[in-house]
């Protein structure tokens, strides 16, 4: 079974996360091209990690830029795992524009239905922080991105993004 993943935080080339979704011992992960969100969305950096979040509120922030992997099952899983879906982020379906042609073969398409990772439960006030349009950990916004191995193993997180239920 074969799925498509739009990324835009740190799975992308380049960024902190990538070797998740290029380490073949997680299964098969082939990058398909750049792609865009068609709705626009909040594309944030939160909490004390500075971590990125697309969050699930359409039509507000830019059309978000990011990545396209066609992944199996098992890599699939291995991403719930790091985004800890579906308590932390919640994995959906959203139509993703491609934006370049890498897609040998299937140059007629243009539009995939796409996985993607966002934040449903949020605090409002995460809308009052900028809204980027492509993520780099080391962008100019100087909130480079805190890897896991690195925090404070009995702090939650959580909470500072979440609402409490
Ligand atoms: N990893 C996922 C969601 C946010 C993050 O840092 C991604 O890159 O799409």
Known sequence: MTHYVFVYGTL??????????SDVRNGKGTFRGNGTTITKYPLIIGTRYNIPFLLYKPGYGHNVLGEIYEVD??????LDELEDHPNFYQRRIDEIEVV???????????????????LKKFRADLLN????QCYQSKGDHGLPYCERYLRDPNISVKYEVLLNE
Not at 129 to 132: A, G, I, K
Request: aromatic content about 16%; charged content about 20%; some cysteine.
């Open 100 to 118: 370049n042609s890498d897609f040998h073969g299937e140059t007629a398409r243009s539009t995939f239905q796409c996985w993607v990772y966002f």
């Open 73 to 78: 099952q098992p890599m699939l899983e291995k």
């Open 12 to 21: 992308k080339s380049g960024e902190p996360n990538h070797d998740w979704i």
């Open 129 to 132: 922080l900028p809204m980027l």
